[in-house]
């Protein structure tokens, strides 16, 4: 099982830490308001623990798990904190309307994420592609992931497992604009073809 630290007291962040905490995972909560920190991890049980906002990570894995436009800030004011550590970046870069992607054309969130944390740091893209609401279900769901280091990937791919995920690598991080992609994808099919934002993205494999 995996050391996880998680920066982030959103739906995401609830529902990555019940499920990491239901897999056995050592879950560390971050946030910038302290006693919403300590409320999450009570309410998680299972050991979960509370870190100072900005302090070096208890966790290997470090799920960033805040909107895209606080992330680079986050990752910068933690700046060495953060040497060493295996990042999972969840956020979408979707518009307001989310009809398009705020990042420019060439990059993505995750390799602007990538940009500004240490170099001994890696960063995978993963979570972006599921619904919170859906993910705190409990269901078994596939999660998308990339990203350019293979021992981060191989970390992250046994995290997902252990939270009853499938993992599924589409390659390196420069697929994470695609990945993010996805975002208004979703969001156009639950507001039009499916008619609901209970839905999940599922890849069905031969054999």
Same mark, same amino acid.
């Given at each position: ?44 049980? =299972? ?124 390659? =390196? ?19 039009? =073809? ?14």
């Amino acid at each position: 099982m995996s050391s996880v630290s998680i920066i982030g007291l959103g739906g995401m962040a609830h529902a990555i830490a019940a499920r990491a905490v239901a897999g056995g995972n050592a879950v560390e909560i971050i946030g910038r308001d302290a006693a919403k920190a300590e409320d999450l991890a009570a309410t998680l049980g =299972g050991g979960a623990t509370v870190g100072t906002f900005g302090a070096v990570p208890v966790g290997d894995i470090v799920v960033l798990a805040v909107p895209y436009a606080s992330a680079v800030p986050v990752v910068a004011q933690y700046g060495d904190a953060l040497a060493g550590r295996f990042i999972i970046d969840i956020s979408n870069t979707f518009n307001a309307d989310a009809t398009g992607l705020v990042t420019p054309e060439g990059t993505s969130g995750a390799q602007e994420i990538a940009k500004a944390v240490p170099e001994s740091a890696h960063v995978v893209k993963a979570f972006n592609t599921v619904f919170g609401h859906v993910l705190a279900q409990g269901r078994p769901l596939d999660v998308f992931f990339a990203g350019d280091d293979a021992r981060a990937k191989a970390d992250v791919s046994a995290f997902i497992e252990s939270l009853g995920l499938r993992p599924l690598d589409v390659g =390196g991080l420069e697929m994470a604009r695609w990945l993010e992609g996805v975002g208004p994808l979703l969001m156009g099919l639950a507001r039009n =073809g499916a008619g609901t934002f209970d839905i999940a993205l599922r890849v069905d494999l031969p054999g």
